[in-house]
């Protein structure tokens, strides 16, 4: 029951994590990557399920000539560092500061833990003047195991907020719920917003992925950002049967409090450490949008989406929206040249011709602002979103103009990361998601977490 071959690309075995040639295959709605080792037989897996179709999500995009730091010589994804064979710069480049980790979730693809070793300051601030004329003006993730354990967090991003136009931090948020002031000394030193972990609005969630109960530690460490002006982006790691019911009431949560700036879904990969194997808990990118229409009761459509402008078309999705000052949700719908891999996505373009290489480096600087626009909090006191028709009167300044603007933006995105069982190199090559990995390559973010069936890795850890 072969349906129809849509295209040939290479993947890897998940047992052993050779290269394999690869194909495409439609049947009905469902579209699967299939391969066969000839040591550990054939592999199948669903890549995506249902509307928006598979077709109507193509957008054309040329490689463009990367600025590499390792040759080609065992083939992708062996060479990364970035090496010649990849096609997009970064928009994003995450600085992992220490492996040491407060919690010790069932469910982490960096394997994180207590005890893990951290990086002292000295070198940290030497990686980051390093980067800065390497990858240009790009969104600088701080992230870990868990950054907040380490001592040195508050200068690192002092640092950081001197040479990149936005710095991230990527935390579970325990230490932000039991000190909040770290939260005011962190946006003193500029750090631009947190994407705080955040699975769901039930216990229960927490147990199955994190190991504990957290949501009420969740929400102090929300009411921390709050009180410090600090924009929040809530990220949830999505599992079917475990919290994809749940996606329109934490879209809900979200939308009423102005600090948060949007809901970033991450579907399950299965890489690193990881105790819910298999592919039921599988969730393709027209899953989560559906997911979404079912859980606001049409709130969201799965038509209002769109794929980025920077990564492989089938690495995210994006949804921007005008939030009024009831919650409710207003669609913007991005013009033809607006394109990024940020909040507001590109519609698939209907010319024949793919964007030039010069076009697509554009469209990773365009995503940096896009994101920069939806996510930062810039002004000094947070107030509910405005109504709207948003004129802008007379007695506001440019600036306060655009503060309230940004206050009303509100997005809903995922980024479908990939792990050894739905790889396709296609989408590796063109990622712009990199991990700095001393003493001066960038892996791209799947490269670098991707693990075997028994957890062994090309790259974290050696």
């Known amino acids: 029951m ?39 037989g054939p592999f199948s897996v669903v890549v995506w399920r249902g509307e928006p179709s598979f077709a109507s999500w193509k957008r054309p995009k040329k490689p463009i000539k990367v600025k590499a730091q390792t040759p080609i010589k065992d083939g992708c994804p062996r060479d990364c560092g970035l090496c010649p ?5 970064p928009c994003t480049v995450l600085l992992e500061i220490t492996e040491n980790c407060d919690l010790n979730c069932p469910v982490c693809f960096a394997s994180s833990g207590s005890g893990g070793p951290r990086t002292d300051l000295a070198a940290l601030k030497g ?41 991230q931090l990527n935390t579970n948020g325990l230490n932000l719920a039991k000190n909040p002031s770290l939260a005011k000394t962190l946006a003193q030193n500029g750090l631009s917003w ?24 969740k929400k102090a460490a929300i009411k921390a950002c709050q009180e410090a002006n600090l924009a929040v982006v809530l990220t949830p790691t999505v599992a079917k049967g475990v ?80 939030r009024l000052a009831d919650g409710r ?8 040249d607006d394109c990024g891999c940020g909040p507001l996505g590109c519609p698939p373009k209907t010319t024949a011709e793919p964007s030039s290489p010069e076009e697509t480096d554009d469209n990773r600087l365009k995503a940096v602002d896009i994101i920069i626009q939806s996510w930062k909090a810039d002004d000094p006191q947070p ?67 991707l693990t075997d069936s028994q957890g062994r890795s090309l790259y974290r850890r050696k």
């Open 194 to 217: 947190v994407f705080l972990q955040f699975d769901g609005l039930d216990d229960e969630v927490y147990r199955t992925l994190r190991g504990q109960p957290l949501l009420d530690i």
């Open 243 to 322: 919290n994809d019911q749940s996606l329109g009431q934490l879209v809900d949560f979200a939308r009423n409090i102005p600090i948060v700036r949007g809901v970033h879904i991450q579907p399950m990969t299965q890489a690193g450490r990881h105790h819910l194997r298999g592919s039921s808990y599988r969730l393709t990118i027209p899953e989560i949008l559906r997911l979404l229409s079912q859980g606001t009761n049409g709130l969201i459509q799965p038509e209002q989406a769109f794929p980025p402008g920077c990564e492989h078309e089938r690495c995210s999705f994006h949804l921007r929206f005008r």
């Open 383 to 449: 107030s509910p979103p405005l109504k709207i028709p948003m004129a802008k009167p007379k007695s506001l300044t440019l600036d306060d103009f655009l503060a309230q603007a940004r206050r009303e933006t509100f997005s809903v995105t995922g980024m479908a990361f990939q792990d050894a069982g739905n790889m396709d190199l296609a989408r590796l090559k063109g990622c712009c998601v990199h991990i700095f990995r001393p003493p001066g390559l960038l892996i791209p973010f799947c490269a670098m977490n």
């Open 85 to 89: 064979d990849h096609g997009q710069n």
């Open 329 to 336: 949700l207003i669609p913007q719908v991005p013009k033809a």
């Open 127 to 167: 990686y980051l003047a390093w980067l800065r004329p390497l990858v240009g003006p790009v969104v600088l993730q701080i992230s870990g195991g868990e950054p907040t354990t380490h001592p040195d967090l508050p200068e690192v991003v002092a640092a950081a907020a001197k040479l990149f136009p936005a710095t």
């Open 2 to 40: 072969k349906g129809q071959l849509l295209e040939t690309t290479q993947s890897l075995c998940p047992e052993c994590l050779k290269v394999l040639p690869a194909e495409l295959w439609a049947r009905g709605s469902e579209v699967f990557l299939e391969r066969v080792c000839q040591e550990h």
